[in-house]
């Protein structure tokens, strides 16, 4: 009977496991100096953070000279109200397309709870289109660098998310996908 238990907790086990999303992973190479400028945000999975954001989301990347990243994140709230956050990310050692980024004060940088992880997980070769994740799939966004997306583009990194993991249910279209 306990033989039973133990090959059917087995099989369980290996079948849940079979059916978990591999790891994720973040493309190789990336060019910063390619990806600095702006990008629009055309989706994301809702995050605490943005959801006063109801409109005209960018997100700002430029190089400084400290060898970091300058982030500046616009949005446009339901009063029409322009709000930003400026922050700062930085490489992880040994994968270019893994960056971490913080909006805390210089003073809290040591923290380590204060930097999140920041993966481009897909990239257009000629960098017009890039999705964003995390290594836990909580966050997930789909940004161009113009304010709309073509919607067969944009099934396609739905369907590219989707195989890499990721719940698209509560996905919020925050930009024309035409």
Same mark, same amino acid.
């Given at each position: +009977?306990?033989?039973?238990?133990?090959?059917?907790?087995?099989?369980?086990?290996?079948?849940? $496991?079979? !059916? $978990?999303?591999? #790891?994720?992973?973040?493309?190789?190479?990336?060019?910063?100096?390619?990806?600095?400028?702006?990008?629009?945000?055309?989706?994301?999975?809702?995050? #605490?953070?943005?959801?006063?954001?109801?409109?005209?989301?960018?997100?700002?990347?430029?190089?400084?000279?400290?060898g970091?990243?300058?982030?500046?994140?616009?949005?446009?709230?339901?009063?029409?109200?322009?709000?930003?956050?400026?922050?700062?990310?930085?490489?992880?050692?040994?994968?270019?397309?893994?960056?971490?980024?913080?909006?805390?004060?210089? !003073?809290?940088?040591w923290? @380590?709870?204060?930097?999140?992880?920041?993966?481009?997980? $897909?990239?257009? #070769? %000629?960098?017009?289109?890039?999705?964003?994740?995390?290594?836990?799939?909580?966050?997930?966004?789909?940004?161009?660098?113009? @304010?709309? +997306?073509?919607?067969a583009?944009?099934?396609?990194?739905?369907?590219?998310?989707? %195989?890499?993991?990721?719940?698209?249910?509560?996905?919020?279209?925050?930009? #024309?996908?035409?």
């Open positions: +009977m306990h033989v039973h238990r133990l090959l059917l907790s087995l099989s369980l086990l290996c079948s849940t $496991a079979a !059916w $978990a999303a591999p #790891p994720l992973q973040s493309v190789e190479p990336l060019d910063l100096d390619r990806y600095a400028g702006q990008w629009h945000e055309i989706a994301h999975l809702p995050t #605490p953070f943005q959801k006063k954001c109801v409109a005209d989301i960018t997100a700002s990347y430029g190089l400084r000279a400290d970091r990243i300058s982030v500046l994140n616009r949005c446009r709230t339901d009063s029409g109200k322009l709000i930003e956050a400026e922050g700062v990310a930085r490489a992880v050692d040994g994968h270019s397309g893994r960056l971490q980024v913080r909006f805390a004060p210089d !003073w809290l940088s923290l @380590p709870w204060v930097w999140a992880d920041y993966w481009v997980i $897909a990239l257009d #070769p %000629d960098y017009h289109w890039a999705m964003i994740g995390e290594p836990d799939r909580k966050y997930l966004w789909i940004l161009s660098r113009s @304010p709309s +997306m073509d919607d583009l944009f099934e396609s990194l739905k369907r590219q998310a989707a %195989d890499m993991g990721y719940d698209l249910a509560p996905l919020r279209v925050m930009a #024309p996908v035409e």
